[in-house]
């Protein structure tokens, strides 16, 4: 049964709309929409297009939408998943925008965001976590992912050295130990 235009659009509008503090925070949500409600991909898809998303240039939630509603419908469900995905957050930043200079200095305001700042981190933390499971990230080799951000943090090497270089160690590590 091939998915409708209607249902990729309200699937990616809820997702750009009820995620607070954008791309890896809407990973649950989207895992949630993709995989367990409506069956569109499977989980090990998922977490494949999630790794191909970040990797690719631009925003994480636009290069998803795009591949699911390529995969769904083509071009025009690329299309359709995309403008779902945008249309909330634009009018969103159009708003703030327009009012932002009246909210600058309100005291509510600036709480509800601070308050706002642990949840979001709880929300990238989750993804994170359940990727590492699904990626077979264990205790002996989690010292991989911290290595990368203290070179990346501290050293201010480029994220894209750090990718490629880890990219060739990791074909290198599974040519050499499948041969084995």
């Known amino acids: 049964m ?10 990616f509008f809820k997702i750009g709309t009820f995620t607070v503090g954008g791309g890896y925070a809407m ?11 409506h069956r569109w991909i499977t989980d090990e898809e998922f977490h494949d297009w999630v ?9 994480f939630a636009v290069n998803m939408a ?3 509603g390529n995969r769904l419908r083509g071009l025009r469900g690329s299309v359709v998943a995309i403008v779902g995905n945008i249309m909330m957050p634009i009018l969103f930043i159009l708003l703030i925008a327009i009012f932002f200079q009246g909210m600058r200095s309100n005291i509510v305001v600036e709480r509800i965001f601070l308050g706002l ?9 989750a993804p994170v976590f359940n990727m590492a499971k699904s990626a077979r990230i264990s ?11 203290l070179l ?6 480029s994220p894209v050295l750090v990718i490629l270089l880890a990219a060739l160690l990791g074909y290198l590590h599974s040519r050499f130990t499948s041969n084995h």
């Open 51 to 59: 790794a191909v998303s970040q990797a690719m240039p631009g925003v």
């Open 139 to 149: 205790w002996s080799n989690c010292w991989i992912p911290v290595v990368c951000a």
């Open 66 to 68: 795009a591949s699911v």
């Open 2 to 11: 091939q998915a409708k235009y209607c249902d990729i659009f309200w699937s």
């Open 27 to 37: 990973i649950p949500l989207m895992q949630r929409e993709l995989v367990e409600c």
């Open 152 to 157: 990346i943090f501290f050293l201010g090497v």
């Open 117 to 125: 700042r642990p949840a979001v981190v709880a929300l990238v933390a």
